[in-house]
């Protein structure tokens, strides 16, 4: 059975307490999700640094670094699909992440798209594999698997290929698979139905968002830029990507956007979305 989780980033508007935290929790398990997936820098207090930059960023990370997030977890009956932590503090302090991983319950740890960072540089994406295929190996040891969350970057030239394909094929299966998320290739003109299909069982994780535009007045210019949706509202091919994730067998089928919720709401936006994936994944596997 695929699991159906909400990124912790949309619920930082939502979680100003831990009395906001737990009554979210509770609407996102009533809504018909299973689990969420946790952020490092929002379950554990972090710098003021880390939290302004992902709010300029245009995601608030709320006021959860010092909730009991265990305990809301399992009052809300919903379970940790994984942990994002970044790859510094993987290889700063392995210990405290096999520590964190095995407190939620998790045998997965996901790192994402490394910040200021040149995917053009073929020596540095290679020594990037390299170390990618070290932590992996050591959180493999526990029990843990690593996985790599893409954005757009990734589908830069990178000795002619793209710096998305020579992570896939500098890495070791052993130690390296992926959380694909099909929003960022394909706001840059990527095929992400066939990326996905060419990831093959190396896809464990699958964030899932839908593209388009919400207009709520006349614009200004008849140039309309697009932004994330509801899914089933956008222009996205969800079907065709989620019977992808499912012959993949994915162990999660996460819910990610960061604005744009109708209403201006992160929990209606993720009611809305809930119904589509429990009629295309739930529904679908129980006939």
């Known amino acids: 059975m695929i ?3 909400v990124q912790q980033i949309m619920l930082g508007t939502v979680t100003g307490s831990e009395a906001d935290a737990r009554s979210t929790l509770k609407k996102i398990k009533a809504a018909g999700y299973d689990g969420l997936e946790l952020n490092g820098f ?15 960023a245009g995601m608030p990370t709320g006021k959860g670094g010092k909730f009991d997030w265990l305990s809301l977890l399992k009052e809300a009956d919903l379970k940790a699909v994984s942990v994002h932590e970044d790859l510094g503090s993987i290889e700063r302090d392995v210990k405290s992440v096999i520590e964190e991983a095995h407190k939620f319950d998790t045998d997965k740890v996901v790192i994402t798209g490394m910040y200021r960072f040149d995917y053009r540089d073929v020596a540095l994406v290679d ?5 990618f295929n070290e932590a992996g190996k050591a959180l493999k040891a526990e029990g843990i698997q690593l ?3 893409n954005h757009n970057i ?6 002619g290929i793209t710096a998305y394909q020579r992570i896939v094929e500098g890495t070791n299966p052993s130690y ?31 964030h899932i968002n839908d593209r388009g535009t919400k207009v709520i007045k006349t614009p200004m210019t ?13 222009n996205m091919n969800l079907e065709a990507m989620i019977e992808v994730a499912k012959k993949a067998g994915v162990d999660s089928i996460i819910l990610e956007s960061h604005k744009n919720w109708i209403d201006k709401d992160p929990i209606k936006s993720l009611e809305i979305s809930c119904n589509y994936l429990k009629k295309h994944v739930k529904a679908a596997i129980l006939d």
């Open 154 to 159: 990734e589908w830069l030239d990178c000795g």
């Open 176 to 206: 390296l698979n992926f959380e694909f998320d099909s929003y960022w290739p394909t706001e840059a003109g990527v095929d992400a139905v066939a990326t996905m299909k060419l990831l093959g069982d190396r896809l464990k994780l699958y």
């Open 127 to 131: 020594e990037l594999c390299r170390r």
């Open 42 to 56: 929002m379950i554990k207090p972090t710098s003021f640094l880390v939290r302004a930059l992902t709010k300029a």
């Open 3 to 5: 699991n159906l989780a």
């Open 147 to 149: 996985l790599y969350h």
């Open 222 to 234: 008849p140039i309309l830029k697009s932004d994330s949706m509801e899914l089933g509202t956008g």
